[in-house]
């Protein structure tokens, strides 16, 4: 049976409920975190706790949880996965009052959700094929580094690069690429990596900084800077990266090829080296696992 943590509890799927009322409801007064669990084990969840605890305090609403309340959950939340790799989505409203106002209440009660969702298995045509995206004017608000549940601006925009024969796009605001609708952006070019970097224009992703950990390991040159439509276009290389995408290679940009049209070098070496990272996250889960018996 799935589990749901609502408000301080574990109830089944099937009854977790909350009121019409919530202010994530009426008004997407709410921000969430995905973390991937590989087997059973929090990917970078040091990071995404860091990240949940701006995003909240970006929208002026306390913490409901401790560090150490955060992490025993989720470790249940884990423990209900088995081996299994599954992600944790969490999400924090400002809760549920008798009125329907725009005023942010004096006294807050936070409604917080958490529950388990199956990671799908890794697309092997990805890894040979690649990605198709097109370009898009961004028309969010300006506080795009906050983990805000109000996504109408990606969902939309991610429908008409579906509707347009691709698989994603590409938010291009005053002539600057910043990422994808779900993702961060990665080029390549005559050997160096860029992606642009953090700001108001878009979620610092926890991803894109293993990514940028992996390659200066690896001595691979990368940098983090401002990357112009100019720049997409003439890029060896792109790349979307998230939590749940991981490191999808674009061979496909408008009505251009990139590259030669295939998933490049770059992308080849450090996908490797992400997997690698993964596959440590599951030994050391197998390990535990032994040690438990």
């Excluded at 109830?11 to 202010?23: F, I, K, L, Q």
């Excluded at 799908?120 to 549940?149: F, N, S, V, Y």
């Excluded at 996504?151 to 429908?159: E, H, I, K, S, V």
């Amino acid at each position: 049976m799935e589990r749901v943590f609502l408000n301080g509890r574990f109830v089944p799927r099937e009854m977790a409920c909350v009121p019409v009322t919530d202010r994530g409801l009426l008004f997407g007064d709410s921000v969430y975190e995905v973390i991937p669990a590989y087997g059973g084990v929090p990917f970078r969840l040091a990071q995404h706790l860091d990240r949940l605890g701006r995003s909240l305090a970006a929208i002026r609403l306390e913490n409901p949880l401790s560090r150490a309340e955060w992490e025993s959950m989720i470790g249940e939340l884990c423990g209900d996965c088995g081996d299994l790799d599954r992600s944790i989505y969490i999400q924090v409203t400002r809760g549920a009052y008798p009125t329907r106002s725009h005023r942010i209440p004096a006294e807050v009660t936070p409604t917080v959700i958490a529950f388990s969702s199956a990671i799908p298995e890794r697309d092997p045509r990805i890894a040979r094929q690649g990605i198709r995206a097109i370009t898009l004017p961004d028309i969010r608000w300006h506080r795009c580094d906050i983990k805000a549940t109000t996504l109408l601006a990606n969902m939309l925009a991610q429908a008409e690069a579906v509707e347009k024969g691709a698989d994603d796009a590409i938010f291009i605001r005053d002539h600057l690429a910043t990422e994808g609708t779900a993702s961060n952006l990665f080029i390549a070019h005559e050997g160096q990596l860029a992606t642009p970097p953090n700001s108001d224009q878009l979620l610092p992703g926890v991803t894109r900084d293993l990514v940028l950990e992996l390659a200066r390991d690896a001595g691979v040159p990368c940098r983090e800077a401002a990357i112009t439509e100019q720049d997409l276009h003439r890029a060896e290389e792109i790349w979307l990266t998230s939590s749940t995408r991981e490191l999808a290679p674009v061979v496909r940009l408008n009505d251009e090829i990139v590259g030669d049209g295939s998933p490049g070098p770059l992308w080849q070496r450090m996908d490797q080296l992400f997997q690698a990272a993964k596959h440590r996250i599951r030994q050391r889960a197998r390990a535990r696992s032994e040690n438990q018996r």
